[in-house]
């Protein structure tokens, strides 16, 4: 009998387009973004496929999900499938209405939304559009409904030391948890801004300098502030004990990601070279030959980035996705 990948947690791109523009923007969306996504059925059907097969939670993100013209046909087979979601969004298309709609479903659980500036000018600097009071809005909209949101916060070089005052201001929402995430090295866009981007990263002993605020912020609101993507390579082996010698390795939380074109793929990172076929057609992966060798791989670059990395502080998805697209 044929044995499939148990598939807990399903994160989907809807799209790739996007109505801001963010200069450093890893997927590269914007309006300028050639659209090649899922038709409504098909996402439907994927969603079906994984409430069958005893799927768990859904987290629906994009480019800008709102703008999708049937985004809320989407979420209201979500609701009437009773699988509980989150929701991304950047607040910019957000309306009194569409906020309404959002807070009004029950299986909602998570808001998810991001800041990139301490105030507006340095927010609109990154996204290139007046979003900052808009997401703003949205976070103390759905804290007022009791709906937890969660906020990253992602920072070019220069906005390092504004980590405190943003974490203060954001802190007055109830039911909100921050994550400070630096703009990295993985994924920036390559093509005219590539020099802005250079500008934008946080790299070398600037990284040292991000966690010890980070550590001061999370000493100064316990519980409010999540762990950094940013982790020793100690931390890292103390993780991965968990799982390193199980048959599926580091797959085994059951998370699997859907592209807009339907491609299924176990990474958020846009550079891992593997796909394991169309989610509309089968939400099955068996676990064969195909997915054992991909694990096999995984291990694989694990053990060259334990060996060869000399930073103190890895961000370790990406660092894997880019060594699997380099031994392609």
């Known amino acids: ?62 480019g800008e999900p709102i703008i999708r013209k049937d985004i809320f046909i989407i979420l209201d087979y979500i609701e009437e499938l009773a699988i509980p979601f989150t929701f991304a969004s950047n607040g910019l298309a957000m309306t009194n209405e569409r906020l309404t709609k959002l807070s009004g479903y029950k299986f909602l659980e998570l808001y998810f939304t991001s800041i990139l500036g301490v105030n507006a000018t340095n927010h609109r600097f990154i996204t290139t559009k007046d979003s900052y009071n808009k997401s703003l809005n949205a976070i103390s ?48 866009k390559n093509e005219p801004s590539e020099g802005i981007n250079q500008k934008l990263l ?65 990474s958020v990172e846009m550079n891992n070279p593997y796909t394991f076929g169309k989610a509309y057609d089968s939400l099955k992966v068996p676990i064969d030959e195909v997915l054992l060798s991909y694990i096999d791989e995984l291990r694989t670059v694990e053990s060259i980035i334990f060996n060869e990395t000399a930073k103190v502080f890895v961000e370790w998805d990406a660092e894997i996705d880019k060594y699997l697209a380099e031994r392609r």
């Not at 980590?163 to 994924?187: H, V």
Request: charged share 20%.
């Open 202 to 266: 946080v790299k070398g002993d600037r990284i040292n300098h991000f966690m010890k605020l980070l550590d001061k912020i999370q000493k100064k609101y316990p519980d409010r502030i999540e762990n950094s993507n940013f982790q020793s390579l100690a931390q890292i082996k103390q993780e991965r004990t968990a799982y390193e010698n199980t048959k599926l390795h580091s797959l085994s939380y059951g998370f699997i990601a859907i592209r807009p074109n339907g491609d299924i793929s176990f």
């Open 1 to 62: 009998m044929e044995e499939y990948f148990p598939i807990n947690t399903l994160y989907i791109e809807v799209t790739h387009a996007c109505n801001q523009s963010c200069i450093h923007c890893y997927l590269d969306c914007g309006p300028h973004r050639p659209i090649e996504e899922m038709s409504t059925e098909q996402v439907l059907t994927c969603i079906r496929y994984f409430k069958e097969q005893g799927g768990r939670y859904i987290i629906i993100t994009g």
């Open 141 to 188: 909209f759905f804290s007022e409904k009791g709906i937890s949101v969660y906020v990253q916060v992602t920072l070019a070089n220069d906005y390092l030391d504004d980590m405190e005052q943003i974490a203060d201001n954001l802190i007055t929402y109830q039911n909100c948890t921050i994550k400070f995430t630096p703009i990295s090295s993985f994924g920036i």
